[in-house]
């Protein structure tokens, strides 16, 4: 595969957000290839969150066009961007607190048992919940999380973040958003999370990170999208720019040319 034809797994165009008389997007691209960690970062508001919103089907854009896999998509609910194998860690982390793990894995997609039991009375099977759920997180790498059964809210901070991911992870998603995955994070816990990322990327997932976490950003990204006023001010790699001329890019201090981004994926 040549890079210069490859199709991008997602893509945005002159993407248009508006809340009222704020300008959240203002005519913002976006493409995510396959198999990639990108970067998303820019400062408080810049509309980091309202653009991959969109590609999870949280916000609809007021203009402006995405592709999913070439395909062209209107998403009018998240479940609708799951179905297209998008799956979205929210900045505000979605989790039922209450639940157990395996609980929450299935949240919303519930195994049903089979037969009469499952189609007419609806009983959950949660036996194959638990051990399927064990085996995932198992597959992920996951270990810290020992017992399947315990409840969300008893989990450290690193490891409810992990269940989130591994949500997300599961049930065939090509393209796994995670806005602000670590903020809340210590140093081994972020670590954890961070390896979670390559090992997706590794199995050929695409993956956007929004961060403004600049060391982690530099560690795992292979491109990094710089926001800025509702729209893409550069694409650079972490081999092309410091982080001090990324943070420029940010605050308009910068400009990159065209011909010196990375608008192609990099592997
Ligand atoms: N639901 C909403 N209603 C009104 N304004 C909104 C809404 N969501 C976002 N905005 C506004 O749109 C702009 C972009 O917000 P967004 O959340 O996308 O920024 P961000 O880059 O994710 O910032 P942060 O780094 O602080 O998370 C901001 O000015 C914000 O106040
Ligand atoms: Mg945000």
Do not use: W
Not at 215 to 220: A, H
């Amino acid at each position: 595969m040549t890079t210069a034809t490859a199709t991008p797994i997602l893509q945005g165009r002159d993407l248009v957000k508006t809340f009222g008389r704020v300008v959240a997007l203002d005519g913002a691209n976006l493409e995510l290839y396959q198999g990639e960690v990108l970067a998303v970062v820019g400062d408080n508001g810049a509309g980091k969150s309202s653009l991959i919103k969109c590609f999870s089907g949280a916000h609809t854009p007021d203009a402006g066009e995405m592709h999913v896999m070439g395909e062209k998509v209107e998403f009018k609910s998240t479940n609708e961007a799951r179905r297209h194998g998008v799956e979205t860690v929210f900045q505000t982390l979605a989790v039922a607190p209450a639940l157990d793990i395996s609980s929450n894995l299935y949240l919303g997609r519930e195994k049903r048992k089979p037969g009469l039991l499952g189609t007419v009375f609806r009983t959950l099977d949660k036996k194959r919940m638990r051990q399927e759920s064990a085996q995932h997180l198992k597959d992920l790498g996951i270990s810290t999380l020992q017992n399947i059964t315990q409840a969300v809210e008893t989990l450290s901070g690193g490891q409810r973040q992990a269940v989130a991911v591994a949500r997300a992870a599961a049930f065939g998603s090509q393209v796994i958003i995670l806005d602000e995955p670590t903020a809340a994070l210590g140093v081994n816990e972020s670590a954890r999370v961070l390896k979670m990322i390559q090992d997706l990327r590794d199995r050929g997932l695409s993956v956007i990170l929004i961060s403004h976490n600049m060391p982690q950003v530099f560690e795992v990204a292979d491109r990094i999208h710089v926001a800025r006023l509702g729209k893409r001010a550069a694409v650079v790699t972490p081999q092309s720019h410091s982080m001090n001329d990324v943070v420029a890019i940010m605050t308009g201090a910068m400009k990159v040319p065209e011909e010196e981004q990375q608008l192609t994926p990099v592997r």
